[in-house]
């Protein structure tokens, strides 16, 4: 933590998709307006600007599909849609509950370049639907938007990308968005159960079992869990053994992948206990500003403790998932925000570690 500066994480956090999440009024259009907002949806509705070019310059791809860059999908589609399905949507909820507007901008500029007839945003939390629907009509009603969407709880056939994604499409368009050189060497510091930890230089798009069998020396037993970005990265499944390391687009999630820190843990790991020590670490640095942040991080602390001691109640995993999805999206900084991201996605990935019952 010590290493951890956080001027340069907001700086790197306002480059992309959330940079108007925390700095805009969610249910304001006149406040994302004022802030460039609609500004690159109408200079592409205008044909200004060629965004199939500055998408592939830019190499954007989505996280489940590295090798494939976005622009490279849109090439028309008769509905195109505003969904995700991944363990990380909560990242995808931020901007959806944040910044909405970002969203709506984003689907018209989704549907202008796939000359689309209907664009949908699926969406099932609540409060993100009910502030999306609002963006959808506010920006319709102000004549900044008149494409067909729609806000749904449904999932629809039609060409998909995640809220994340599209929310750097707008930044792209506007130019604020600076991604990661996409090819050469990447310094990556890898540590935990590997036989040599340490940092290292690789190719882009070395997959993570290069990293750890070969680069670092091999895990000291049967890898169970990879924590990318730490300290506030996700914890992964060993499924994602064989996927290629992405540089541009671990920068396009922030702080969460952007540390290019890679913790490797063995089958000896029990992911409550390691949750319950990153709670430690995550005591010691919130502020107590604000509620969630402070009370959430307590709270989550004493009952994953409860988890260690063995009471792995279905109850209590459903309390701290809870717990941290608000702490997610109700607090004021990176280190509430992206501080559940750990809690959030070893919930979802380990659960058995958690429920014992
Ligand atoms: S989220 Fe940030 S501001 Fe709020 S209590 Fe935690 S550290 Fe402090």
């Known amino acids: 933590m010590e290493n951890l500066d956080p001027k340069k994480v907001l700086a790197d956090l306002t480059k992309n998709a959330n940079k108007y999440c925390g700095a805009v009024n969610p249910i304001c259009l006149d406040d994302y307006v004022a802030c460039g907002g609609y500004e690159a949806s109408s200079k592409v509705v205008n044909n ?24 490279d999908r849109w090439i028309g589609a008769e509905t195109v849609v505003c969904e995700t399905e991944d363990p990380m949507a909560i990242l995808d909820l931020k901007v959806q509950t944040e910044a909405p507007h970002v969203i709506v901008e984003a689907m018209i500029i989704f549907m202008h370049v796939n000359n689309a007839k209907k664009g949908v945003i699926v969406v099932n939390d609540e409060l993100a639907y009910n502030r999306l629907d609002k963006a959808v009509t506010d920006a319709k009603n102000a004549g900044l938007n008149d494409k067909d969407i729609i806000v749904s709880k449904v999932s629809i056939d039609g060409l998909k990308e995640n ?7 707008v930044a792209i368009v506007q130019n604020s968005y600076k991604p990661a050189p996409a090819k050469g060497l990447k310094g990556v510091a890898i540590g935990g159960k590997v036989k ?6 690789i190719e882009d798009g070395t997959t993570y079992r290069k990293l750890i069998e070969e680069i670092a020396g091999g895990a000291t037993g049967k890898v ?5 970005g730490a300290p506030y990265g996700e914890y992964l499944s060993s499924d994602i053994l064989d996927e290629k390391i992405n540089f541009m687009s671990l920068m396009m999630n922030g702080m969460v992948r952007g540390t290019a820190l890679i913790i490797v843990l063995d089958e000896s790991t029990d992911m409550a206990k390691e949750i319950s020590d990153y709670l430690g670490f995550l005591l010691n640095v919130s502020c107590g500003k604000c ?16 988890v260690v001691k063995g009471n792995a109640t279905i109850e209590n995993y459903n309390m701290i998932k809870s717990i941290a999805v608000n702490m997610n999206i109700g607090t004021l900084c990176p280190i509430g925000q992206k501080g559940a991201v750990p809690v959030l996605t070893a919930l979802e990935n380990f659960r058995d570690d958690f429920i014992k019952e």
């Open 224 to 228: 169970k869990a990879i924590k990318v």
């Open 291 to 306: 509620f969630p942040c402070k009370v959430g991080t307590k709270r989550m602390d004493e009952m994953v403790k409860e």
């Open 48 to 71: 200004e600007v060629d965004v199939i070019s500055i998408l592939k310059d830019a190499n954007l791809v989505a996280r489940k599909k590295l090798n494939e860059l976005c622009a």
């Open 196 to 201: 040599n930890p340490g940092i290292y230089e």
């Open 163 to 169: 809220a994340q994604l599209l929310a750097n499409v």
